[in-house]
């Protein structure tokens, strides 16, 4: 029922910025968790940052300070500002939300940061 857009990603050098967006078919507040993932070659898939109920940014250790999480809910979009990128933060990155306890995942967006 719920679908995920996501868009954003590409190729930057190191210390430019990218800002990823995951368009959702319903408001941001609404769903009980959304959260940014990202997976590195030959990595797990990590969660990176995310939302309780809209609200309460909370962040990985690895992102920060440089990394900010926010929602829209006038465009049903959430956003990952990414600032000082490295090439340690190359990877596929992915929007998740959650409601009802049932999980959504978006198809990702690539994003690699030269050396």
């Known amino acids: 029922q719920v679908q995920l857009v996501e868009s954003g990603g590409g190729l930057v050098q190191t210390g430019g910025s990218l800002r990823l967006s995951c368009a959702a078919s319903e408001s941001i507040s609404s769903f009980n968790f959304m959260g940014w993932y990202r997976q590195a070659p030959g990595k797990q898939r990590e969660l990176i940052a995310w939302l309780i109920n809209g609200n309460w940014p909370t962040y990985a250790e690895s992102v920060k300070g440089r990394f900010a999480i926010s929602g829209d809910n006038a465009k049903n979009t959430a956003y990952l500002q990414m600032n000082s990128l490295t090439p340690e933060d190359t990877g596929v990155y992915y929007c998740?939300?959650?409601?009802?306890?049932?999980?959504?995942w978006g198809q990702g967006t690539q994003v690699t940061v030269s050396s």
């Open positions: 998740k939300v959650e409601k009802q306890r049932q999980p959504v």
